[in-house]
């Protein structure tokens, strides 16, 4: 079982910067690949970014320049580093991870508001 805890989420202006983490505990060391998923208000949830266990990066289109995700495995902890955000990236924000034998788990998600 591996437990995931996203912090870092609020209120910014456009063109401000969040950084949001995801804490992983439990069977951490099973941790394969994860995850940043968002969802809007009244729309899908969506993914964000990839990052896998040999550190290779994914972005949606959307978020390619402005996000960066990483992962610093001494601490079990995933980062989503959010640039130049745009009232578009208002959203709760999910952490996902597989396991080694591919189980996924979620966070609880953390909310980001951008707005002046």
């Known amino acids: 079982q591996v437990q995931l805890v996203e912090s870092g989420g609020g209120l910014v202006q456009p063109g401000e910067s969040l950084r949001l983490a995801c804490a992983a505990s439990?069977?951490?060391?099973?941790?394969?690949?994860m995850n940043w998923y968002r969802q809007a208000p009244g729309k899908q949830r969506e993914w964000v970014a990839t990052?896998?266990?040999?550190?290779?990066?994914f972005y949606e289109d959307s978020v390619k320049g402005r996000f960066t995700i990483s992962r610093d495995s001494g601490e079990n902890t995933m980062y989503l580093q959010m640039n130049s955000l745009k009232p578009e990236d208002t959203a709760v924000y999910y952490c996902?991870?597989?396991?080694?034998?591919?189980?996924?788990?979620w966070g609880q998600g953390t909310q980001v508001t951008v707005s002046s």
């Open positions: 439990g069977s951490s060391v099973s941790i394969t690949t």
């Open positions: 990052i896998t266990r040999s550190s290779s990066t």
């Open positions: 996902r991870c597989l396991d080694i034998v591919g189980t996924e788990y």
